[in-house]
Each structure stands twice: as C-alpha cells, then as structure tokens.
C-alpha cells in the first residue's frame, strides 16, 4: 500500500526564518510527487511536480527537491502570506493518488 | 479558464438522510476525482474516473457511496444512508490525463451529519 508521510504536522516561523518541510513516500512505482498548497476553506493549489530522484522545482521563495525516499519544500525567507497548508502526493504506476496529511504553516509577521 | 465547479457549499443533513454532491470539471480534463477531507488530514481518494470508466473505486465505501460520470464531463456523488463519520468536506478535481498531470480542485462541498 502506498504511503505518504508529512512532518513535521505544524510549523512555526518568524516572517524572514527559512525552513524545510519534509515528505517521505513509499510507492509501488513512482510516477510522481507533487506539492500543493492549501487555504482555509479552499481546495488545494498545484505547487510543483517532480519525476524523478535529484530532481529540484522553484517557484518564488519556494524550491521542492526529491530523493528516492522523501521530497523536500525549503522555504526560503518566507513571508506571513506564506502561510498555509501544504500537502504532499504520490501518484503511483497504476494511477492512483495518495496524500499525505499536510504541514501547517505559520509565518509571523 | 473556468475552474471546477462544485455544488453545494455546504449541507447539513440528519444520519440515516441520502445527500448529492455535483462536479463540473475543467473543460478537456478527462480524468475527473472525488476525495473525502476529513478535518486535520490530507484528501483521501474516494474514486477516480477517466472518461466515463472508472480507473480506482478501492476506496469507497460501495454500501453507501455510488458515483456516476455520465457522458465524460459532469459527476455527481452519492450517500445513502449518510453516517456521522461521513462529515468531512468532498473535494473534487480533475487533470488532463490519468497519469503525472497535475490536479486542479474545485472549493469543495463541507457536510455536516448530525
């Protein structure tokens, strides 16, 4: 059985403290890892998507890096519109999708 | 680009009521999900389709859960007879393909069984 799991389950930073999360998976055959974001009350937001071990996505104050065991979402010098939750998935050979439980991120001004 | 549609917000029905949840994915996005999210956890694949078939139901729970995807674009989400346990908010998504396509979810649909 596919597994995803987030640590840790709650972070918080100082507007401008960098940090990383952590996403480790087991998989019967990795198709992908993907990143999103989620706000109170709204359904998830693509982040990123990465196929394979080595390989590293940027997107503003945000990289995500992937290794055969874990992903990794470095925030770097985060700001309070940061914060939110992010979720972590897996989708397997065979297609199917599997979330991990989130890291909720707070940034204080 | 008109983003996933989801209807209702929010509902609040007694145990033992049926309720329906509609999805209108993105236009051309072929495989279409549903997911259950309970408070203070990740999205839980409830079904998947592709088209019209479905490509992964392990998930959900038959004795009470149906879903349709009639004509490969809007899906609807069935309980009968709804549990307390079934509170949760039901996301659906759709992607291009089935395969490392990212998903694109509606706002979700929050029920509350009392």
């Known amino acids: 059985e596919d597994q995803v799991t987030q640590s840790p389950e709650a972070l918080r930073l100082q507007e401008g403290e960098s940090s990383s999360l952590n996403c480790s998976y087991t998989?019967?055959?990795?198709?992908?890892l993907f990143w999103y974001r989620q706000d109170p009350g709204k359904g998830p937001e693509f982040l990123f998507t990465?196929?394979?071990a080595g390989e590293e996505k940027e997107k503003e104050r945000l990289k995500a890096t992937l290794t055969k065991k874990e992903s990794f979402l470095h925030i770097t010098a985060p700001k309070p519109e940061d914060s939110a939750t992010y979720l972590c998935a897996v989708q397997a050979n065979a297609g199917k999708s599997t979330f991990g439980d989130g890291t909720t991120l707070t940034v204080k001004p | 680009e008109a983003g996933v549609a989801q209807s209702p917000r929010y509902k609040i029905i007694e145990k033992r009521q049926s309720v329906a949840f509609w999805c209108n994915p993105i236009s051309g996005h072929a495989t279409l999900y549903w997911y259950q999210q309970i408070l203070g956890q990740g999205p839980k694949l409830l079904i998947q389709?592709?088209?019209?078939?479905?490509?992964?139901d392990s998930q959900l729970p038959k004795d009470r859960f149906s879903a349709e995807r009639l004509k490969g674009v809007d899906s609807t989400l069935k309980i009968q007879p709804a549990k307390l346990e079934d509170s949760a908010v039901y996301l659906c998504?759709?992607?291009?393909?089935?395969?490392?396509?990212?998903?694109?979810f509606g706002p979700g649909t929050r029920l509350t069984v009392t």
């Open positions: 998504a759709s992607s291009l393909e089935v395969g490392a396509y990212e998903q694109y």
């Open positions: 998989v019967s055959g990795l198709r992908g």
């Open positions: 990465l196929y394979s």
């Open positions: 389709f592709q088209n019209n078939g479905v490509v992964d």
